[in-house]
Structures are given as structure tokens and as C-alpha cells.
């Protein structure tokens, strides 16, 4: 029972322009969301957070936004970069078990020159 | 190396062999997650340990399957009569006690454990 999709298996963008890598949930009990970044042969690393008491969260060149009654989420990668070319994993979780971490099955970023 | 580290990266056994699994968590972890992911699939979780203790296995299967985090030295992924359905790449992640609650776990580069 797959609770956090991807629906979009890849992407290509042009580097410079905005990504944007959505997500969408189910479990209405999830109230922490995560995005991770993986590259070939490595583990996933985090990469940005938001809690459901928001919706909106920035850190650099990435921002999350949460639209929670639509129970969806998305990755804004702007301006984009070849090196931010990776594997996506969007994970959701409920607060007091927030080690089970529920992933999505990835969206493939490819930014191109 | 600071990181997650787990030996070893690639493990190809027959069916009915077992297969063992390690990590070391990060430096100052006391915190233990194994997670697998199969192929075309998102990572899911399995077991959370910590130090002599299973916290929370309610993603691991019922048989088969076993974790530990002894005193002394690393988890260990234990995986008894392996079938091909176990192929799989298996990561470990660590927290310490903060970043659990956040959600921010340090994932190692995964063991790719193929049954033959």
C-alpha cells in the first residue's frame, strides 16, 4: 500500500530553470514531510523538512511547499544546476514516529546545460 | 569517515543461504534504522533499534528476518534461507535522539544483497 507518490518517475529541465518534483499522500495522519536526494550507489541524504503547521519552507536555492487539504507537496529547485541531477525521494511520517519514514519511489532529476 | 558505514556494499548468495548484514552508525548515533528497497520501489522501513534494544519491528517480515544492536559493535541485519524475492539494497540510517524526532536520518550507501 503505497501511502506517499511519486507520479512522475523522471524529469528533465534546463539548467537555470526552475524544477519542481511533486509529491501526494494519503494518510491524513502524516504530519511531517521530507524530501531526500540520491545519488547513484550512495544512500539517501536529507535535503529539506516542513511540519504540517506550515506551508511554506526555504533553504537556499530549495523550497517546499504543503498544501495539506489537497494532501500534496512539492519541490521547487530554483535556479536549477547540473549537479542537483539525482534521484528525489519524497517521505512522510506521523510526529511521534518519526523514524518511519514512509518514501515515495522517487522522481529521477536530469538538469541538462 | 564520520558517516553511516555498512559492510558489505555487495553480498550475492544462493537461495537458502543466510546473509548478515552490518552497520556502524555515525559517531555520537545510539539510534539504528534499517530500511530496504526493492527494485523500482521507494525505501520502506523495517526495524529501530537502539543499543540491546528492538524499539519498533513492525516492518520487518515475520520470518526470516532478524536485527540486533549489541553493546559493542555494529547492527546486524540477519537473514535467514534467503530467497530471490530478498534481493534487495538494504540501508541503515542513524540519529541521535534529536534528530529522530525531526525525521533527519543519516543513511549509509546501502548493502546490495542479490540471491542467485
Known amino acids: 500500500d503505497q501511502q506517499v507518490k511519486q507520479n512522475s518517475p523522471s524529469l528533465s529541465v534546463q539548467e537555470g530553470r526552475i524544477s519542481i518534483l511533486n509529491c501526494d499522500y494519503t494518510?491524513?495522519?502524516?504530519?511531517?514531510f521530507l524530501w531526500y536526494k540520491k545519488y547513484p550507489a550512495e544512500g539517501p541524504t536529507f535535503l529539506i523538512s516542513i511540519s504540517s503547521i506550515k506551508d511554506k519552507n526555504e533553504d537556499g536555492r530549495f523550497t517546499v511547499f504543503l498544501n495539506k487539504s489537497a494532501k500534496h507537496l512539492s519541490l521547487h529547485i530554483v535556479p536549477s544546476q547540473p549537479g542537483d541531477s539525482a534521484v528525489y525521494f519524497c517521505?512522510?511520517?506521523?510526529?511521534?514516529?518519526?523514524?518511519?519514514?514512509?518514501f515515495g519511489k522517487g522522481t529521477s532529476l536530469l538538469v541538462t546545460p | 569517515n564520520a558517516g553511516v558505514m555498512q559492510n558489505p556494499r555487495h553480498l550475492v548468495r544462493r537461495r537458502g543461504q543466510e546473509a548478515r548484514l552490518r552497520c556502524s552508525p555515525m559517531k555520537g548515533h545510539s539510534h539504528v534504522y534499517w530500511y530496504r528497497q526493492l527494485p523500482e520501489e521507494g525505501l520502506k522501513f523495517m526495524v529501530y533499534?537502539?543499543?540491546?534494544?528492538?524499539?519498533?519491528e513492525s516492518g520487518m517480515p515475520k520470518e526470516r528476518f532478524s536485527a540486533e544492536f549489541p553493546k559493542e559493535g555494529p547492527s546486524i541485519l540477519r537473514i535467514q534461507q534467503v530467497v530471490r524475492g530478498d534481493s534487495a539494497a538494504y540501508f541503515c540510517a542513524s540519529s541521535d535522539p534529536l534528530g529522530k524526532e525531526n525525521g533527519e536520518l543519516f543513511f549509509g550507501e546501502g548493502s546490495r544483497l542479490t540471491v542467485l
Open positions: 517521505a512522510a511520517s506521523r510526529t511521534n514516529s518519526g523514524y518511519a519514514l514512509n
Open positions: 533499534l537502539q543499543k540491546e534494544n528492538i524499539i519498533d
Open positions: 494518510n491524513s495522519m502524516f504530519d511531517y
